[in-house]
């Protein structure tokens, strides 16, 4: 029986983060293990509840040669430090050699990739937990899947967010080879087929880490309430049947919900160090003019203050995000308004990259669309510099560039599906309501309407656009934050614990 504590205390559990409180040890500011928006979310949200005096702890696998890079000679002085556990020390690092020698978050290959969870999963359970007496347990994505059923044999309650729709499989001989003793709590675990007993289930009947985690979890919550919905009344054919099942149980039973990201504190206009002008709500006009202007000289097109300017920020896929559309009416697109002029910009990598650079060369159009690698800093001047950015997505768990966007002064024009739906209203300029523009039909159609209402927009009055543009920075800035994001996983740890997360 745990002790129970004034304060309550929680485990966020997550193979990536970018950053953390000072307060949580010394090697807070040295961590830094980032493949996507996970390692965002993770810190946002341990900064956020460490800020309102939760007694949060976090732990994450000891990727030795990131942090040492990162870092350097600070890192290799507090290692002792951190394997001695000091008494307040509030990050955990798994140690293995598995991830000691990695680059990256997640290896190219798949089967590094179960390696890495298996082990990191294993420390979590032998070590992490015993050493750290959680009152409650947060688990992220696959590569923590296991963890809600060992929480559940320990009569810890156990929060599984889901990120990403992803998954593996490994049987329990597998899993137990790796060191993990599975067959304490092997029956709350999800197999490929209904388990018969251990030793006939051992070795021949994989187990769904993703599907395990929803099927153990006491509570899940997906990473946007529209993205959930979708799920359950099965809009996505890309999602597995087990998966929407065991949603659809959690859901009846009240125990699913959908909480929406926030962007990192750091993506703001005023206070952005990697902006050549900074600006606020009340300065954006000639500000984002000023960044217009930097952009196009830095990128080789036209350098006009008019020009309508268009930002692709994410990843060029060829199923979620929408590169397909784009790439059907590119050229149509640019042709259409050439005498405006429209000009697109790419900070996104992805095998539709290649398909963009294409259409780019073909028609000679280098002066008018941008494609670049993805660069953290170029991003952020593009968020700056552009007039709307475009996110024309098939699907979106959550999404973060409609949420970043606006905080910029720049429109999205986006899909209406997902966490857009939730974070993206369409602009109704006579109710004085509204921040973006939104279309229904994931076709190039849809996608050129919503363009030409983008444009309809940018050519209303200077100050009506204006006036427009300040209002929807402003309700940016209140909407989409930690704070608020904090504030619903508060709430949920309370509801879970039966009682408050903050205490005396």
């Not at 656009?465 to 209140?478: F, G, T």
């Amino acid at each position: 029986m745990l002790r129970r504590r004034k304060k309550p205390r929680v485990l966020i559990v997550t193979p990536e983060v970018t950053y953390l409180p000072v307060g949580m040890g010394k090697m807070a500011n040295n961590l830094k293990a980032k493949a996507g928006g996970l390692a965002d979310v993770s810190a946002a949200l341990i900064n956020a509840l460490f800020e309102e005096g939760g007694d949060v702890h976090v732990a994450m696998p000891d990727y030795r040669n990131i942090f040492n890079h990162e870092s350097g000679t600070l890192l290799k002085n507090v290692y002792g430090a951190i394997r001695k556990k000091m008494p307040h020390e509030r990050i955990h690092l798994a140690e293995d050699r598995a991830f000691f020698y990695m680059n990256s978050v997640y290896s190219s290959y798949g089967s590094e990739n179960i390696k890495i969870s298996l082990a990191f999963q294993r420390e979590v359970i032998n070590h992490i937990i015993p050493h750290v007496k959680p009152d409650l347990i947060h688990c992220n994505d696959w590569m923590t899947g296991l963890l809600p059923a060992k929480a559940r044999e320990l009569g810890i309650p156990c929060l599984f967010t889901i990120h990403n729709i992803f998954t593996v499989y490994k049987t329990l001989a597998e899993i137990e080879d790796q060191g993990i003793d599975a067959a304490l709590f092997w029956k709350h675990l999800f197999f490929m087929y209904p388990p018969g007993n251990y030793e006939e289930t051992r070795k021949t009947n994989p187990v769904d880490f993703l599907v395990s985690g929803v099927f153990a979890a006491h509570f899940i919550n997906t990473v946007s309430p529209s993205f959930l919905l979708e799920i359950i009344e099965g809009k996505h054919p890309f999602v597995e049947e087990p998966l929407k099942r065991e949603l659809t149980f959690k859901w009846k039973a009240d125990c699913a919900v959908g909480i929406l990201n926030s962007p990192d504190p750091s993506f703001s206009p005023e206070k952005d160090p990697g902006l050549p002008f900074k600006y606020s709500a009340d300065t954006f006009a000639t500000g984002k003019t000023k960044n217009k202007q930097y952009l196009q000289n830095r990128l080789g097109l036209i350098e006009n203050e008019t020009a309508a300017l268009f930002f692709w920020p994410s990843r060029l896929d060829r199923i979620q995000k929408g590169s397909p559309l784009l790439a059907h009416i590119l050229y149509d697109v640019i042709s259409k308004y050439w005498n405006l002029p429209l000009q697109i910009v790419f900070v996104a990598n992805g095998e539709f990259q290649e398909y963009m650079r294409r259409i780019v060369w073909q028609f000679n159009l280098s002066d008018r669309v941008a494609v670049c690698d993805f660069d953290e800093s170029l991003s952020r001047l593009a968020y700056a510099a552009s007039d709307f950015i475009l996110m024309p997505s098939a699907f979106e768990p959550c999404g973060l560039p409609q949420m970043i966007a606006p905080i910029y002064g720049s429109l999205p024009i986006a899909r209406n599906t997902g966490g857009i739906k939730d974070t993206i209203t369409h602009l109704n300029i006579k109710n004085n309501s509204g921040n973006g523009i939104l279309f229904e039909t994931y076709d190039p159609e849809g996608l050129m309407w919503a363009i030409d209402q983008a444009i309809n927009f940018y050519n209303l009055p200077q100050k009506l656009k204006e006036k427009q543009i300040a209002r929807i920075m402003k309700e940016s800035l209140v909407s989409f934050n930690h704070s608020v994001t904090a504030k619903h996983y508060i709430e949920l740890y309370e509801k879970m614990l039966n009682r408050p997360f903050i205490g005396s």
